[in-house]
Structures are given as C-alpha cells and as structure tokens.
C-alpha cells in the first residue's frame, strides 16, 4: 500500500450538507465551495513551500560535499606536483615510521530516524489514532512482557533483522572452527563432502611396477579426448551406437584424421561397381 506523503485537502469542493433555515440555497453552496477552494490554495501552497525548502536543503548540502571534495582534489593536486622521485628518495625505515592513514570523511549515521522523517509525514503521524491503552494490563501477564506489543511494535524489524545478523555471524564463527579443526577449507554450500569415484583396477605393467618399487606411486594417464570422435559416436541413432564400456570405438584408424564422417562411412560400406 503507498504512503500517500502530501495530501491537498479538501478534496471535494461542493459535498456537504446544507445548514437548516438556510433561504437561498444556491448562494450557500456557492459561498461554501469559494471557501473550499481558498481552503485548498492554502493547502498547496503549503506543501510548495516544504517542497521547494527540501529542494533548498538537498542542493546546500550537496553544495558542501562539493565543496569539500573540490578543497581535497586541490591539496593532492599541490603534492603531487611537489613530488620529484628522481631527487626524494624515502627510506624503508622512514615508510614504517609513518603513521597509518586515517580518513577524516564523516560517515552518515542514523539515515532512517526520528529526525529525517519530513514534515508531512510527520503531521500525518500526529493526525492518526492512538492505539489502545494495552499496557495497563501488563502486570497481570504471567510472563513479564509488554501487552501493547502485541498489538503493535515498532521495534519487531530490527529485532529480527538483528537475529538474522547474529546468526549468520555465528554460522561463520562455526565454519571458521571447522575449518580448522579439519584442516581444509569447506565450501559453504556443499554440506556433505563427495565420495572419490571407484578406482580402476590397475593393468599389468603397473602392478609389475609396483612390485619392482612398492615405494613408488603408480599414477595413471587420462587418455586424451577426441571430440571429432565424439561428434561421430553422436551422428548415429541411439540404438546404432557402440557402447565404449566394452567394446572400442570402431571408427578409430579408418582415416588419417582419427575417425570418419558419416558420409565417406556410407561411401565405404558400398560394395564397388
């Protein structure tokens, strides 16, 4: 739902109800609705005036940002043109002597607050209800807490938004502490740790190997990958291609380029004329 910010009253001119004993009629609504819109011009021009004084204080206080930022441009440009690296020479010892920089730029603070709510907002705030008086019967609550607070809070936001912070603070201690404990790092979004594939049983020569240097790791080569291969395998149907599991691929070796495309495939499979 929009918070409506500015609203000109009154909004019907003409609505209302006549006073009894009134004898011309007309010229009691006529009267009445110059009244209304007198009533309204003041309403507006009202709100010009906060408009056009948040404009004013939006431009001056950019106007000091500007300015400060042009005085700081202006002093590094005199120190950089002071500097002369062939004829200053700092030593490493002068480097670590000096004290750290520290930047004297003020932080906003407190952006949301009682303070920076604007005028109009402000008198809507004081126009609207009061809520109920809930808090009278706090002392007869068994568990010690506020009664008008479940009616309304005005804290509930920042408490949650607060626990959320605590807790993902308090998740990152926990990670950091297994981190350690374990020894190597965790990816944050994988809980578990994957199981290694299943090794393949190793070939003659490797066991030989092994046998001849039980101290000697025995690694094996992945095999290179061939694409054109691949795309081959891909061109048949699903149910023509060969199974490399267990049997090798039978386009290997029938062209200088590792494999054959399917149309010198069909021209060779044609007996000769």
């Known amino acids: 739902m929009p918070l409506v910010k500015r609203s000109i009253e009154p909004r019907h001119l003409c609505r209302g109800a006549l006073p009894h004993g009134v004898t011309s009629e007309l010229e009691c609504v006529t009267n ?92 809507m705030y004081r126009r609207c209800d009061k809520p109920p008086p809930l808090n009278i019967l706090s002392p007869y609550r068994d568990d010690k807490k506020d009664a008008l607070k479940f009616y309304t809070d005005s804290s509930y936001f920042f408490n949650l938004w607060k626990e959320k912070m605590l807790q993902a603070t308090e998740d990152k201690r926990k990670e950091k502490r297994r981190q350690k404990v374990s020894g190597c790092p965790a990816h944050p979004d994988r809980s578990h740790s994957r199981q290694a594939p299943p090794r393949s049983p190793l070939s003659i020569s490797e066991q030989q190997r092994q046998v001849d240097d039980p101290g000697r790791e025995v690694k094996k080569v992945r095999k290179a990958r061939n694409r054109r291969q691949e795309w081959n395998v891909l061109a048949y149907d699903k149910e023509f291609r060969p199974d490399a599991r267990l049997t090798p691929s039978p386009y290997h070796g029938t062209s200088p380029e590792g494999s054959l495309s399917p149309d010198s495939r069909y021209a060779a499979n044609m007996p000769p004329e």
């Open 32 to 123: 009445s609705t110059l009244a209304a819109i007198i009533k309204q011009l003041g309403g507006l021009s009202r709100h010009a005036e906060d408009i056009f004084g948040e404009l004013f204080n939006e431009a001056n206080s950019f106007y000091l940002r500007m300015s400060s930022l042009q005085e700081r441009v202006d002093q590094l440009a005199v120190k950089v043109t002071q500097l002369d690296s062939t004829v200053e020479e700092v030593s490493l010892q002068d480097i670590n002597m000096r004290k750290a920089f520290k930047s004297s730029t003020i932080q906003d603070q407190q952006v949301v607050s009682r303070t920076s709510v604007p005028n109009p907002v402000v008198e």
